[in-house]
């Protein structure tokens, strides 16, 4: 598999913030009691009865320019294959340099010790899968691709459709995007 | 701040480097840097097909195991409730396995009902127990004074052993405190059931309308996939519900309408529609029969008559009204599920189905869809003992002329002696916690006072077991085969739910516990198979279905139908005339409204809120919530109070509270959630919560229970249904004098 640049686009007109992704995650990934590498922002505007809603399914953006990797002393943080950034376990110490860095705490430090966070699930996409919250969510407001092939989903429904990122003004040119 | 960074980015670089060069070359190599990517190992070394059970729309699962644990749990793609997909509950069947306050051993009670002092016996001990009692009741009572309580899908081996045993009696709380009168009404306009799973074809509809349904909050996990699909395709909503569900903040219009008024909205629409002439005329024309009578009903329900009552304006009602039509006869006006509120709950469900009837969307795409269904042979059995009296379910003297289903409160109420023709002596309770499902939890722990005998089956302690004089501990759904689920739908298929992992602890699957049960009670005949596997088998295998396949896929059939008329299916409509009845005459000779007609709802105190109450998705009801992998997203619910009236009386998110009904009935201290989503005059909570058994040690004293506050219900006169919308509470800070 060729590395290109892994985005996940998702699409907040669908969601119904059940949260399966995060549960599907938890399985997926064996995560440990009380923790949990997507999470849902469930955000209403205005004033009884004028009222809108959205819903995000968020997770680490696998920046462009990884503030996290930056940050790292030790490079357990690192930049791997399709733009995916993982954490090496046994490089981490557990100094938490990139969680202060991530400008979406999207972090969290591991009962054992180490530095852990969303992967694009890589061990499944590796086997030409999808990651566990995409495959789980009923509403398919999740889709993940190669934004590097123009002729992938998360491609084209970045040329369709309207979408925003979340701080955009950090610098970090995040990978997961939202259609609004 | 930004110097200390980089002066700490300086200072570790050199130790990267240092580390770096330690770091392992391990055999799978991914990515840029040659650091191994993490494989979490948890897919199966075998992924067995089987059906959820965490509620009872019956999705297709595929179970991984690994080493014999059961790791994770994903849809089965070849399903077509599930296709590929769970909703959190599904994903979450693991936290019901491997709970650890699972009831492991049977029980016998020691000392007086309601002690909860039980004693771990042997299986031999505890059925040899349930059998002699059941026969005693029998010989001194009559079969017909055991009542079954069920819910949930491994209750047919039960509903067998009591139907042989010669018992009537039968009663599940989803009839008359659940989709009753939706049943009913549709029934009786249509002459053919909605269907459960509802017989909907969401994804093709270009207009949705909820009236009082929370899809999405309510998880059903096909309809979920098909109400994004229809976003996705273009379709719009119109929500009509006195909180800003999900799916009204998905919604083109809100409606945020006066609770228990839906009647009106709904006479008002179909004034709209009829004036306007906006109506399928086609379809009316050549289906229904009582158009000129419906007219002439609607005539002066003009939307300024309903603003007065529902409180939405009447430019409003004239635009949805127009909005709904227009995208007809794909515009589909969902029948709800839950829909025990107010007491004319039928009529309020006629008055959906006709308008439904009006766009023309039974038999459309986009609207309901006419269900193909799959044979398979059923096990041939002994014929049924005829029983001598009828169920005792309603009270002595009451007729309700279109109840389809027992009573399950009906049965309750019979226990308490005088109240039916005849008492209940004896209860066998399936899968049901009856003190959080039936309404007035006091009546049902006196009417357990009176009990001759009470065996529960469950595979979780909860309320309902403490007062059981035997707990039987069933295995989950995980651990056993159950008959196999044959589901009418667009792509009719039969399901299998096979044995995943063997039962945990000493707990049985249901078809044993029937099947023991039935040879101490000389009903063996009833149970002529080997086990459910050996039944399940048999069947396909009559069927001629490819029994190896169906093991491996969890599946047979689910080639699509034709399910519309478009496409060549034909509706057939079993009313007495044959066509979709507008006007009732059947109910019209009970000695009910023909047409449904608009009931005023009370109104409460100044100081008192309508009680409302719902669904997470995340949870079922009080069946899940000491789930701890579904707890870490939602572990306790909270009141919901309009951000104005906090405002007014000083309430924050997070301050507890205690309500009070009108009756002083009062629920266990539960915090505020301060939200915008919610009418002034209205609370809301998830229901589910406020368990008090200790032995459920995750759930135990979690949130408040809303059952509690149902000390009021308004009994629905065409089927019996319980109006459970009709209780009113005020708040009071928790800690403060009573």
């Known amino acids: 598999m060729s590395a290109g640049r892994y985005a996940m686009v998702v699409d907040t007109r669908l969601c119904v913030a059940c949260k399966a992704c995060v549960l599907a995650c938890k399985a997926e990934n064996n995560l440990a009691e009380g923790y949990c590498r997507d999470w849902l922002v469930e955000e209403v505007h205005g004033e009884f009865p004028k009222l809108r809603a959205e819903n995000r399914s968020e997770r680490c953006n696998h920046c462009s320019e990884a503030p996290c990797v930056d940050a790292c002393p030790t490079g357990a943080s690192h930049i791997a294959g399709g733009g995916v950034v993982l954490v090496t376990p046994d490089k981490c110490t557990g100094c938490k340099a990139c969680m202060a860095a991530c400008p979406y705490d999207a972090r969290y430090l591991t009962p054992e010790g180490f530095v852990d966070k969303c992967t694009f699930c890589l061990h499944r996409v590796q086997r030409g899968e999808q990651p566990a919250c995409v495959t789980v969510c009923p509403t398919r407001t999740l889709h993940f691709g190669d934004l590097d092939d123009p002729t992938s989903e998360v491609a084209r429904l970045l040329v369709d459709r309207k979408w925003k990122v979340n701080h955009p003004e950090s610098g970090a040119h995040p990978n997961v995007y939202f259609l609004v | ?738």
């Open chain 2, 1 to 738: 701040m930004d110097l200390n960074r980089r002066q700490f980015l300086l200072t570790s670089s050199a130790a990267a480097g240092a580390v770096g060069v330690g770091s392992g070359l391990t055999t799978r190599f991914w990515g840029l840097d040659g650091d191994p990517v993490h494989d979490p190992a948890t897919d199966g070394d075998k992924v067995i097909p089987t059906f959820c059970e965490m509620c009872f729309w019956k999705c297709g699962v595929l179970a991984h195991v690994k080493d014999g644990t059961v790791t994770k749990l994903v849809g089965n793609p070849d399903h077509p409730l599930a296709k590929g997909r769970l909703c959190p509950r599904g994903t979450g069947g693991t936290g019901l396995l491997y709970d650890p306050d699972r009831l492991k051993k049977p029980l016998i009670r020691k000392g007086e009902r309601g002690e909860q002092r039980f004693e771990e016996v042997s299986w031999e001990e505890a059925l040899d127990r349930v059998a002699a009692k059941l026969k005693e009741v029998k010989e001194k009572h009559g079969a017909e004074s055991l009542a079954l309580f069920n819910h949930g899908y491994g209750a047919s081996f039960f509903k067998t052993l009591v139907a042989a045993y010669g018992s009537p009696s039968v009663g599940a709380p989803s009839y008359a405190q659940c989709r009753g009168s939706r049943d009913v009404a549709f029934q009786l306009t249509y002459g053919a059931p909605v269907g459960s799973p509802e017989y909907l074809d969401i994804e093709n509809s270009r207009v949705l309308t909820l009236i009082g349904s929370h899809l999405g909050e309510n998880m059903h996990n096909t309809q979920v996939q098909e109400f994004a699909a229809m976003i996705e395709k273009g379709g719009e909503l119109v929500v009509v519900d006195p909180r800003f569900s999900t799916a009204a903040g998905k919604a083109r219009y809100w409606l945020p309408i006066k609770p228990g008024t839906d009647m009106a909205l709904l006479l008002a629409w179909m004034h709209v529609i009829v004036k306007e002439g906006r109506y399928n005329k086609a379809f009316v024309e050549a289906n229904t029969v009582g158009f000129e009578q419906l007219a002439a009903h609607l005539a002066d329900k003009t939307p300024e008559w309903a603003w007065a009552r529902t409180s939405i304006a009447p430019e409003l009602i004239v635009e949805t009204a127009r909005f709904i039509a227009g995208a007809a006869p794909a515009s589909l006006v969902h029948p709800g599920r839950h829909t025990s509120w107010n007491g004319d709950d039928t009529q309020r469900g006629r008055a959906i189905a006709i308008l439904n009837a009006l766009l023309g969307s039974w038999g459309a795409a986009g609207g309901f869809f006419l269900p193909s269904k799959l044979k398979v042979p059923p096990t041939a059995l002994p014929p049924m003992p005829k029983p001598e009296r009828k169920a005792p379910d309603t009270p002595r003297g009451a007729v309700f002329p279109f109840m389809d289903e027992g009573l399950a409160h009906g049965l309750r109420d019979a226990s308490i002696p005088g109240t039916a023709e005849f008492d209940i002596k004896a209860w066998f309770v399936y899968g049901s916690n009856l003190i959080q499902s039936l309404p007035n939890p006091e009546k049902t722990i006196e009417a357990i006072q009176h009990l001759d005998f009470f065996v529960a089956v469950d595979v979780l302690p909860a309320e309902i077991t403490g007062w059981a004089d035997v707990v039987l501990p069933e295995c989950t759904y995980l651990e056993r085969w159950d008959d196999l689920a044959i589901t009418p739908w667009k792509e009719p298929f039969v399901s299998v739910r096979q044995e995943v992992v063997p039962p945990m602890f000493d707990s049985k699957p249901g078809w044993w516990i029937a099947k023991e049960l039935g040879k101490r009670l000389g009903l063996a005949d009833y149970f002529p198979w080997e086990s459910a596997e050996t039944m399940v088998k048999a069947r396909l295998e009559a069927g001629k279905y490819d029994v190896a396949a169906m093991l491996r896929t969890g599946v047979a059939g689910g080639k699509r139908a034709a399910v519309t008329t478009e496409e060549g299916a034909t509706a057939v409509y079993g009313t007495p005339s044959g066509k979709i009845e507008l006007f009732s005459q059947q109910m019209a000779d009970a000695g009910l409204a023909p047409m449904p007609e608009y009931t005023p709802p009370e109104a409460p105190a100044a100081d008192q809120f309508h009680l409302l109450f719902g669904r997470s998705p995340v949870h079922t009801f009080g069946r899940t919530t000491n789930n701890r992998f579904l707890s870490e997203i939602y572990a306790e619910n909270e009141v919901w109070l309009n951000t104005r009236v906090a405002r007014e009386q000083g309430f924050k998110t997070g301050d507890k509270v205690i309500l009070v009904n009108q009756d002083g009935k009062k629920s266990a201290a539960i915090k505020v959630k301060v939200t915008q989503r919610i009418r002034p005059d209205c609370v809301y909570m998830v229901h589910g919560y406020g368990h008090t058994d200790k032995r459920l040690g995750f759930a135990a004293g979690r949130g408040a229970d809303d059952t509690q506050l149902v000390s009021r219900v308004k009994i629905d006169a065409a089927m019996g249904g319980t109006g459970m919308n009709v209780n009113f509470v005020r708040l009071e800070r928790a800690g403060e004098a009573a």
